[in-house]
């Protein structure tokens, strides 16, 4: 087994009007919730859309804390893999969207304070993401891209929490299996004018199976300025150092049968790990002027060091050399502008804006030697994203009960890769392409009364590849057959709480999302560890998302979550296979989440959650199958408050029942390498202790 090395060393908020959240706030059944949403402050149940809000409590309370899924799992329509793979980074698809990614997370507009963690590029990922200051999780479910561009599945925000006016400070410990090891300590409060929050982390993994270790660090600071009573100046700052994490890989059905807890053999011969360190930095500016005019600025820029040893050697005369490093420069910006005000004699809301974002990485790759020594140079080349998206939204009321939304945007999209590595077989493999595309949203939402919303959406979407996926099989620069993914996104839904004898609160809604050019990956012969990807020709997914929670007792309170998804390839046919009718792999079409929480006065609590996820294919062809599982948790704590000392320890078991699954299927994989199998029970704990200065 191979244990993690150790190092010495323990942005950019774009605070555009984050996004539109909120169908199930499972703590507090009648809560009214403002989001702000779409890009503006709105009712959480006045939304044309299916959203979701997870709270603080959710995200940090008695949770071990290591990646997202632990606590969006209770979102409809949201699947999550490679929970256990800091290499590969968590996996989110939502309405499937997202789920072809080798790693990261693709098809999903994904925000931290509003400021893109998605590059230009449409590619994201979630490793800057500091749970322990983490406010609450939004989610948009469908497309948004009317508003937010490349994003066919939907948007996730993450907000960092605002601070209360008494200073205070945090500092929590938790460990548990498998080597696990975390220290956060946190501090904020007013200060005049000044609202701060700064979190700073450590984690210390060795992972369940053989080099699967990690170690992170990261720091988080939300400083925000009140300038005046109408406008404020928000700044935002997140560092992020992984010295080196690694990366089990992936094995077959009769590997995992042998042994869960061995790594890929080509993992350990060729030393499979990643390291990057990221520094981001985001001004945003806020000013309204009198009752009706408000006008948002934000700019942001992130610097990334990215190392990676891939399992296997690569070659140099085709460009895939198994090394990869890359110094990657992002920034961008934009601007918002909202008139509120009635629009003869009915409520009206216009909102317009401009995003404009760019990435350049000076790329290089080299052969992969034994024990990860570093070989032979095969390709050097700068890659370049330009984006620029104009949009435009307009919210009104028909009636007090009727509410008509319309929105629009059009979007730009420059890539450009500049080759300067011509010595190779391939030649000067230089190139640009672009996409352009408008995207409209129509929305209607009726209320006729406080505990009844319905309403219906039509929108369209579309996803470009990735600079990663333009990677071409035949050598370096652009894979020139890759076309843009697009969808038309059909929604209808009912929301809102029923004031029963128990008060339930409630969202429904049902989508049928038709894609063009669908993006799959697929792993070349020969070549194994580097994906490749192409576009299938028409799929359809056709789904329905249920929500509930409710107070069934004082104290006591039950939410769930079910997704049914039939996502299919309705024509898809390559040079040597026919995919048409086939299940679109790495998509259940059953997923159940299910918690009990119990709360008493005193401060103990306790939670219990299952969550049954169905079983799907992963593979075009449906030959290769992740079966049906369950897994279940229970987490036990306390809350007490001493002077000024507010106490917390807590302790949780993940995988009560000790299920036997993979948590991570790698889509359309060679050698049948397609498993990643997850930890069995295990245990963790911890203490979190605050000081409130008065």
């Keep these: 087994m191979k244990y993690k090395r150790k190092s010495a060393g323990v942005p950019a908020v774009m605070l555009a009007a984050a996004l539109p959240v909120g169908a199930v706030h499972a703590d507090t059944a009648t809560e009214e919730i ?42 409809p329509g949201l699947f999550m893999q490679n929970r256990h793979n800091f290499a590969q980074a968590l996996r989110i698809s939502i309405r499937g969207f997202g789920a072809r990614s080798g790693f990261g997370i693709r098809g999903i507009k994904l925000l931290v304070d509003g400021v893109p963690a998605t590059l230009p590029d449409g590619q994201g990922n979630v490793d800057e993401i500091d749970l322990g200051s983490t406010e609450r999780i939004e989610v948009i479910r469908g497309p948004a891209a009317s508003l937010y561009g490349a994003s066919t599945g939907g948007v996730i925000n993450v907000l960092t929490e605002e601070a209360t006016d008494q200073p205070f ?63 404020d100046l928000t700044l ?48 945003s500016y806020r000013k309204a002027f009198g009752a009706h005019h408000e006008v948002k600025l934000r700019t942001y820029f992130a610097w990334l060091d990215f190392d990676n040893k891939l399992p296997f050697p690569g070659s140099t005369a085709l460009s895939n050399g198994g090394q990869v490093h890359f ?43 034994t024990g990860g020594v570093r070989g032979a140079l095969t390709m050097n080349q700068e890659e370049n994203a330009t984006t620029l998206g104009v949009f435009a939204q307009n919210e009104f009321a028909v009636t007090e009960r009727l509410e008509l939304t319309v929105g629009i945007r059009y979007d730009d999209v420059e890539f450009d890769i500049v080759d300067r590595f011509l010595t190779n077989n391939s030649g000067d493999d230089s190139g640009e392409t672009s996409f352009d595309k408008v995207s409209p949203m129509v929305g209607l939402l009726w209320s006729p009364n406080e505990a009844l919303n319905v309403y219906a959406n039509y929108a369209t979407a579309f996803e470009t590849p990735t600079l990663t996926e333009f990677a071409n099989p035949l050598g370096g620069g652009f894979n020139t057959s890759l076309r843009s993914q697009t969808a038309d996104s059909f929604e209808f839904g009912l929301k809102g709480s029923l004031a029963t004898a128990i008060p339930i609160d409630y969202d429904f809604a049902a ?10 990956p697929y792993e070349q012969d020969g070549f194994t560890g580097r994906t490749y990807y192409r576009n299938a020709g028409a799929s359809t997914r056709d789904g329905v998302e249920l929500a509930a929670s409710a107070e069934l007792v004082p104290g006591v309170t039950f939410g769930f979550a079910y997704t049914f ?16 009718g ?18 008493h006065d005193s401060g103990f609590y306790g939670a219990w959650d299952i969550l049954h996820v169905g079983g799907f294919f992963a593979d075009n062809a449906n030959t290769a199958a992740q079966q049906a599982y369950q897994v279940s948790s229970l987490r036990l704590g306390y809350e007490g408050q001493v002077g000024s000392w507010i106490v917390a320890p807590f302790v949780g078991v993940s995988n009560l029942f000790d299920a036997a699954y993979n948590s991570n299927v790698r889509i359309n994989a060679s050698a049948s390498r397609y498993f990643e199998p997850a930890p069995g029970q295990n245990v963790y704990g911890g203490l979190s202790v605050r000081y409130a200065f008065r």
């Design 34 to 75: 403002q989001i702000t949403a779409p890009r503006v402050a709105k009712e959480l149940e006045r939304i044309p859309q299916g959203v979701s809000v997870v709270t603080e409590e959710q995200i940090q309370r008695g949770l071990p804390q290591l990646t997202l899924d632990e606590s969006l799992n209770r979102v």
């Design 511 to 520: 989508f049928r999302v038709e894609v063009d050019n669908e993006l799959v």
């Design 236 to 283: 935002t700052v997140n560092l992020i150092d992984i010295p080196e994490m690694g990366d089990p890989g992936a094995l077959t059905a009769a590997e995992v049968v042998s042994n869960r807890r061995a790594a890929n053999p080509s993992s350990l011969t060729y030393d499979g790990s990643e390291g990057r360190q990221q520094q981001r930095t985001s001004l």
């Design 565 to 580: 998804m039939a996502a299919e390839f309705d024509t898809f046919r390559t040079a040597t296979d026919n995919f048409d």
């Design 327 to 369: 110094d990657r420069f992002y920034a961008g910006g934009g601007a918002q502008y909202t008139f509120d005000a009635p629009l003869g004699g009915h409520a009206n809301r216009f909102t317009v804006g401009v995003d404009v974002d760019q990435q350049s990485d000076e790329r290089r790759r080299y052969r992969n030697l």
């Design 169 to 231: 400070l945090n500092a929590r410990f938790s460990a548990g299996a498998h080597g696990y090891r975390q220290y956060q300590v946190k501090t904020g409060g007013q200060w005049q004018r000044l609202n701060y929050t700064i979190s700073a982390g450590h984690l210390d993994l060795d992972g369940y199976r053989d080099n699967s270790y990690i170690e992170r660090n990261v720091l988080n600071t939300r400083l925000r300025f009140d300038i005046d009573d109408t406008s």
């Design 582 to 599: 086939k299940r679109i792999p790495g998509l259940p079409r059953h997923q159940l989440f299910a918690e009990l929480k119990y709360r």
